[in-house]
């Protein structure tokens, strides 16, 4: 493991995880029908398709990051784009110091012109400068790694699956800090359960889409348990249940959304309403513009445009 330098870890300002927060209210909709911005209609190795994309960021030009998992690589697609340009990655997985293999999810450090990767087969999370033929630089091992976010401090946020935590690593840290979970796996509010997303807001408030308790979770700075957000209540029959979410993002409102991949749609809650609602996706498996399959993870365009993984990336356009 290396030193978390200033380099590595800039602000929100400075780096993108995901494009700007959007500015959305409790009015905004989405277009039901999505617009395919990446991939194709099988599962594939060509340039032109992904295979089991995971994690995903927009940046401010519109150009979209993609951890395409089961391909071992990451894959950049500039706004209409035809095929996508590997950032990093091969598409060898054999455990190799310079290869990715499958590759959870990536954010963008505009500071230091380079990607942070979670290499989740390897174990790790690495830089790669965004330069041809770069070299990856492992900064954290030892970690199983399903999501990455950054606060305002620039200090790094690792969600760890096996772990059941969320651990910081500040700048100048070589060892991270659990700001959530850490004790065992479990549905109690200071426990994780397979956590598989993470998003860190303004306050340091540490977001996590808590698979395998069927929830959202909210860890306040230094809070020692949780706040239930949504969810929670396993495969009931509310239809506003969460089953099994794998993305969350929060905006500059408080306003939760949360990719729920058994039910096939995204969805959100405004803040302090317990009740949710679904945004797009019609609860089943298909095919159609306003149907997709296990989304995972979930972002926005500094329009308000939504993305979201699947078998492709669609843009669901704000109405």
Sequence with gaps: MVRI?????????DHSESSSVPKL??????VQDGTTVAGGKRWGTD????NFPSGICVDDDETVYIADYSNNRV?????????GTVVAGDGDKRDRADRLRHPKDIIFDKTSDCFIIADEGNRRVVRCPREIDASLETIISNID??????????NLYVCDFEKHEVKRWKIGDTVGTVVAGGNGKGVHLHQLSNPTCIFVDKDQSV?????GAHRIVKWTKDAKKGILIAGGDGFSR???????????????????????WKKHRIVRWLKGDPQGSVVVGEGKDGNAPNQFCHPMDIAFDKHGNLYKTNKIIPIFYEN
């Excluded at 330098?5 to 300002?13: D, G, I, V």
């Excluded at 249940?241 to 729920?260: I, S």
């Design 5 to 13: 330098t200033e380099a590595e870890c800039a602000s929100n300002e």
């Design 25 to 30: 209210d409790e009015n905004t909709t989405w």
């Design 47 to 50: 340039l032109g398709s992904l």
């Design 75 to 83: 894959v950049e697609w500039k706004k209409g784009a035809t095929s």
């Design 145 to 154: 790694p399903s999501d990455l976010a950054m606060d305002d401090d620039g």
């Design 207 to 211: 977001y996590v889409a808590d698979w």
């Design 238 to 260: 509310d239809p506003m249940a969460l089953a099994d979410p794998f993305g969350v993002f929060v905006d500059d409102l408080g306003t939760v959304y949360a990719a729920d």
